[in-house]
């Protein structure tokens, strides 16, 4: 069984379009997080949910719209693509108390718009 | 603000070789910090993880990495290297903000020598 899954793997769209990601986890954690990974692999977050509240949004733009609908799922909803979008797309998941920062990551969605 | 450099972009060693991988952090007090790997087109998968205690952790396939406060590093060290271990190994260290965010490396690539 996968534990943290997402769909699709690969997204390619063409500028402006809309389009999402989803993330299910199966680990019955309660955080779940999106991490963006630029074509240099450098890997920073970009939201993080905890019980379907929202507790992190690092800057992103608001074309960004992530959303909880039960604590495990985490969909990333992306407007107007741009270029600049195109990335590897990673969910997380992890559970809070002792053990909070220790993330399991999904496979990954590679978004390339052109 | 926190940060995990990893000085080397690109590391090359012959199968069988030991291999160390530099990781140093800024942080006041005692940080928690975590390797993981990605292989080619796959997500990142946890190796070890340090929060506090003994200064040397042990990991899954083969590795290992020892804390040292003084030099504010975090190495990763294996000591026979096998092929399968090419891979990108990311460094990372928790955001003391009560976000539970991990902060990147830029990470290193190691390739494998016949």
């Known amino acids: 069984d996968t534990a943290v899954s997402q769909t699709p793997k690969y997204l390619v769209t063409q500028m402006g379009n809309d389009k999402s990601i989803k993330c299910e986890q199966n680990l019955g954690h309660d955080t779940m997080y999106w991490y963006k990974q630029d074509s240099k692999k450098f890997l920073k977050i970009m939201f993080s949910?905890?019980?379907?509240?929202?507790?992190i949004n690092e800057t992103v733009p608001n074309r960004f719209s992530p959303k909880s609908p039960d604590k495990a799922h985490l969909n990333l909803h992306i407007n107007s693509l741009e270029l600049g979008d195109s990335a590897v797309y990673f969910c997380?998941?992890?559970?809070?108390?002792?053990?909070?920062?220790?993330?399991?990551f999904g496979p990954g969605t590679r978004l390339t718009v052109t | 603000a926190q940060s995990v450099t990893q000085p080397d972009i690109h590391i090359t060693v012959s199968e069988g070789a030991s291999l160390e991988l530099r990781c140093n952090y800024s942080y006041g007090a005692t940080p928690y910090l975590f390797w993981y790997v990605q292989s080619p087109g796959q997500g990142l998968q946890l190796l070890l993880k340090y929060f506090s205690g003994d200064t040397l952790v042990q990991g899954i396939k083969g590795f290992e990495a020892e804390f040292k406060r003084s030099q504010s590093s975090f190495n990763l060290r294996k000591p026979s290297v096998h092929w399968s271990d090419a891979a990108e190994y990311f460094c990372?260290?928790?955001?003391?903000?009560?976000?539970?965010?991990?902060?990147f490396g830029s990470g290193t690539r190691l390739l494998v020598r016949p």
């Open positions: 990372a260290v928790g955001a003391m903000d009560s976000s539970y965010k991990l902060i």
């Open positions: 997380a998941s992890s559970q809070r108390g002792a053990n909070a920062y220790e993330q399991y």
């Open positions: 949910y905890n019980n379907k509240e929202l507790i």
